[in-house]
């Protein structure tokens, strides 16, 4: 994928080591990424968009934050941990953005607004359906002042004849599109995952539209509009299980310890001292897994020789599996496992995940402004990993975003958010 596009907050440098190598954009003093010359003027707030823009940014992108002084981003009011003045909720979702304060409600925001579209070639947003229409900025208007721009909605449930036009969230997400009801101990209550699972895969959704939608502009000349839904995006996750019921009429169900529906044994497993993960997805596993746990009996078996053999016989194969690897302590366990080539795993705190060297080997905890956070996951040969600049105070690149998209000091007084 190549992009064409030029906008004056990008450059070019030589790597002074390899000066044969092609040079680079950078942005705004920063080694920028392949999406250099791309600006997305960005009007998301909380998770879901911030998490689109943000891996957009990392990745090149001019992103410009667009928030109403009155009402900013959610948040940077989260009752959560903070850093100096920011808290690290708004801080680990908008690095490697410019803030521009903007009352689109107001004739001179909404004007400075449009003017920044001119310049743009992505306008991302997540308000309800209707909002930008009501503003006087949606699709149409956008178009008018840039015929290619390309515009990302991301809603609970889309927008179109049927849609819901109510507003939503990623747990109520989870408990409309099914998942909340298979996850969780059989004789439990639902649950929900342990992160924020819907606005996190929107959010790369809406990413993915983007560039595609780009493509097809830069193709074409014609804007597009990308409509991505939490709720479609989520029940898209279903994939193997709704086919199966779809297809054939078998609703998914719980299993104990976050059992796989189809390979067994492969689930959770307590040991003397904590759990492990054990997955022997490939058929040559299960004879190892035999062997590293001292399971004869169960080795012997012809009829376990094949995974619709375990998967008929689960209670019996979780039993022997369990009942061995309850015996020994987790770093036993897993050491016998990795010897005979069993993929098995412990099952981390957060803390322990981080203080993995390989995270650090791979770039994915970094700092941005003193705010410590993880990385983005995208590697891309040709470029170094990206740079990170802090989240953006409020209005902190108002006027000089202004100024470059061509207005006046006056203009720009008069559209200014902060006053």
């Not at 609703?251 to 189809?262: G, L």
């Not at 078996?301 to 599996?321: F, M, N, S």
Request: some cysteine; glycine content about 10%; proline content about 6%.
């Amino acid at each position: 994928m190549v992009f064409r596009y030029d906008i004056g907050a990008a450059h070019e440098t030589r790597d002074p080591d390899d000066p044969e190598r092609p040079p680079r954009p950078r942005r705004h003093g920063m080694t920028a990424g392949p999406l250099a010359g791309v600006r997305i003027v960005d009007l998301t707030q909380t998770l879901a968009g911030p998490y689109a823009t943000m891996l957009l940014a990392d990745l090149g992108a001019d992103v410009l934050k667009i928030e109403s002084p009155g009402r900013p981003d959610r948040a940077r009011s989260m009752p959560t941990v903070r850093v100096g003045d920011q808290t690290a909720y708004f801080a680990c979702l908008n690095r490697n953005k410019r803030s521009v304060a903007l009352d689109l409600k107001d004739e001179h925001g909404r004007a400075a607004f449009l003017r920044l579209v001119a310049s743009a070639q992505v306008v991302v947003e997540n308000f309800r359906p209707g909002v930008m229409d009501r503003l006087g900025v949606g699709f149409e208007a956008l178009r008018e002042v840039n015929p290619a721009i390309v515009l990302c909605s991301i809603s609970g449930f889309g927008a179109g004849a049927g849609a819901r036009d109510q507003a939503t969230y990623d747990y109520l997400v989870q408990a409309l599109a099914g998942t909340m009801s298979i996850t969780g101990e059989p004789d439990g209550p639902p649950a929900k995952y342990g992160v924020s699972i819907v606005d996190h895969v929107a959010g790369t959704f809406g990413a993915l539209g983007v560039l595609a939608a780009l493509q097809d502009a830069q193709r074409t000349g014609e804007g597009r509009h990308v409509d991505v839904s939490l709720f479609d995006t989520h029940l898209s996750m279903l994939t193997y299980l709704a086919a199966d019921y779809l297809n054939g009429g078998t609703a998914p169900v719980r299993h104990a310890s976050s059992a796989h529906p189809y390979i067994v044994p492969s689930q959770l497993f307590e040991t003397a001292d904590g759990h492990i993960v054990v997955m022997p997805l490939a058929a040559h596993m299960w004879k190892k897994l035999c062997t590293a746990l001292e399971l004869d009996e169960l080795a012997a078996d012809p009829a376990l020789d094949d995974a619709e053999g375990r998967l008929a016989q689960r209670e019996r194969v979780v039993r022997g599996v369990g009942a061995a690897i309850a015996a020994l302590p987790t770093a036993e366990a897993l050491a016998r496992l990795a010897s005979n080539e069993v993929p098995a795993a412990p099952v981390r705190t957060v803390a322990e995940a981080l203080a993995d060297p390989h995270v650090a080997d791979r770039g994915m905890l970094v700092e941005a402004g003193g705010v410590q956070m993880v990385g983005n996951p995208v590697k891309i040969s040709g470029y170094d990993d990206p740079e990170y600049a802090a989240a953006p105070d409020l209005g902190a690149h108002t006027r000089e975003v202004l100024r470059e998209a061509g207005l006046t000091d006056e203009e720009a007084a008069r559209a200014d958010g902060l006053g």
